[in-house]
């Protein structure tokens, strides 16, 4: 049964993307207009030579050539610093819980439990794992095509994204 399942998403997935003659790309976009102002942001579903299409987690968005001004790839820098910040703090209350040891007793009780190290570890990880996050920024080599609702500079971007 899982295997007809399988083999019936798959099909599907062939067919849908091999009716819009753009190959599928991971390319993470985002799209602004002629005045500066992101206006979308997404995964490229098509390019045609009149306007783009996205498509974001379910939802998928048509943009006209003349609404684009310039198309940035990659995501922006605060991504990294918050994807560094979260995953440090998941690591640190990991390896905090993991390393934690029962205090010796004392006459008032335990003082410090395995929660006030998972903390500990979280108020650690944040920042050292947000400044992980902002080095990485110089590595992103993310660019920023001007299209400038040119349908010739659509069309050298989409040549770009197909290589």
Do not use: C, H
Not at 38 to 49: D, N, W, Y
Not at 59 to 87: L, Q, W, Y
Not at 119 to 134: M, N
């Amino acid at each position: 049964m899982k295997f007809l399942f399988f083999i019936l998403i798959w099909t599907i997935n062939v067919t849908l993307f091999a009716q819009n003659g753009f190959k599928k790309t991971n390319n993470f976009v985002r799209v602004y207009d002629l005045n500066g102002k992101k206006i979308s942001k997404g995964k490229i579903l098509s390019i045609s030579e009149t306007s783009i299409q996205l498509i974001r987690e379910v939802d998928s968005f048509v943009i006209a050539t003349e609404n684009i001004g310039s198309i940035k790839t990659k995501r922006s820098e605060g991504n990294n610093i918050i994807t560094g910040a979260a995953t440090g703090a998941f690591a640190m209350v990991i390896l905090s819980l993991a390393t934690y040891e029962e205090p010796p007793s004392s006459p008032y009780g335990p003082i410090f439990g395995p929660g006030a190290n998972a903390i500990a570890g979280a108020i650690i990880g944040i920042p050292v794992g947000a400044a992980v996050g902002g080095i990485t920024i110089f590595f992103k080599n993310s660019k920023t095509y001007k299209i400038n609702g040119d349908t010739i500079k659509l069309k050298e971007f989409k040549e770009m994204m197909l290589k």
